[in-house]
Nanobody
Framework: QVQLVESGGGLVQAGGSLRLSCAASGVTLSSYSMGWFRQAPGKEREFVMS????????YYTTSVKGRFTISRDNAKNTVYLQMNSLKPEDTAVYYC?????????????????WGKGTLVTVSS
């Protein structure tokens, strides 16, 4: 059974940092491209960042450019999202997802497996 478990969310002041982790079991993560998505209250789930299976390329949405970094440790079957210079508009539930259909996925409906999410709240 494939499980993705996010951790590292919490409450942080604007300008602060958080590091999210996504630990996988029941699957060899290196076989999948990974993505982080987020969903703010009352809004649709949106793409944040993605990374290829090997970790050689990443892609991001414009709003997080220069602030967020995605990385992966395939030996640990874990993907990370380092978030710096956080803004109140980054407040959302953050989900990690694994996909096999695109090298750098950006669409939520293209992912195969999802975690249950971790809440990030940024106060002003």
């Amino acid at each position: 059974q494939v499980q993705l478990v996010e951790s590292g969310g919490g409450l942080v002041q604007a300008g602060g940092s958080l590091r999210l982790s996504c630990a996988a079991s029941g699957v060899t993560l290196s076989s999948y491209s990974m993505g982080w998505f987020r969903q703010a209250p009352g809004k649709e789930r949106e793409f944040v960042m993605s990374i290829t299976g090997s970790g050689d390329r990443t892609y991001y949405t414009t709003s997080v450019k220069g602030r967020f970094t995605i990385s992966r440790d395939n030996a640990k079957n874990t993907v990370y999202l380092q978030m710096n210079s956080l803004k109140p508009e980054d407040t959302a539930v953050y989900y990690c997802a694994a996909g096999s259909r695109q090298r750098l996925p950006t669409q939520a409906n293209g992912m195969d497996y999802w975690g249950k999410g971790t809440l990030v709240t940024v106060s002003s």
